[in-house]
């Protein structure tokens, strides 16, 4: 493995967790602006074995945006390296997955993309944190 010095990177910037961070910034953004485009739209229209009805999902968009908004700024954090951001980060992002899990039935593609982009961003952080060696 190559030290920070041979790739010419400084020391600090060596062990931040960019790729882990972009992944939480990139699916919090998308989770407000879905969440912003279900506020804008109507009801979801259900078609069951009685006929179609209306669901408001209003309450869980406004769930869906304070999520994202919190996503993408624990992203931000976790790429500071700071110390205790990465377990807000993971925090964040398994708050997210169950929360874009409740919201499969409407959005089956979507929620499977941002989940696993999600669950990869816990996994990159949770291994840079047994590489460091550091409980943060």
Not at 74 to 84: C, D, K
Not at 87 to 94: D, E, L, M, Y
Not at 96 to 101: D, G, K, P, Q, Y
């Amino acid at each position: 493995m190559r030290s920070p010095q041979a790739t010419g990177t400084a020391p600090d910037q060596a062990d931040r967790p960019l790729l882990a961070g972009g992944l939480l910034v990139a699916t919090g953004l998308a989770d407000v602006l879905t969440a912003y485009g279900t506020l804008r739209s109507g009801p979801f229209l259900v078609l069951s074995g009685g006929g179609l009805y209306p669901v408001d999902v209003t309450g869980w968009a406004w769930l869906h945006l304070a999520v994202g908004g919190a996503l993408a700024l624990a992203g931000l954090a976790a790429v500071t390296g700071r110390r205790g951001a990465a377990t807000v980060a993971i925090g964040c992002a398994a708050l997210a997955i169950a929360v874009n899990l409740l919201m499969l039935p409407y959005a089956p593609i979507r929620v499977v993309l941002v989940t696993a982009l999600d669950a990869a961003a816990i996994r990159l952080l949770l291994r840079r944190r047994r590489a460091t060696g550091r409980s943060e």
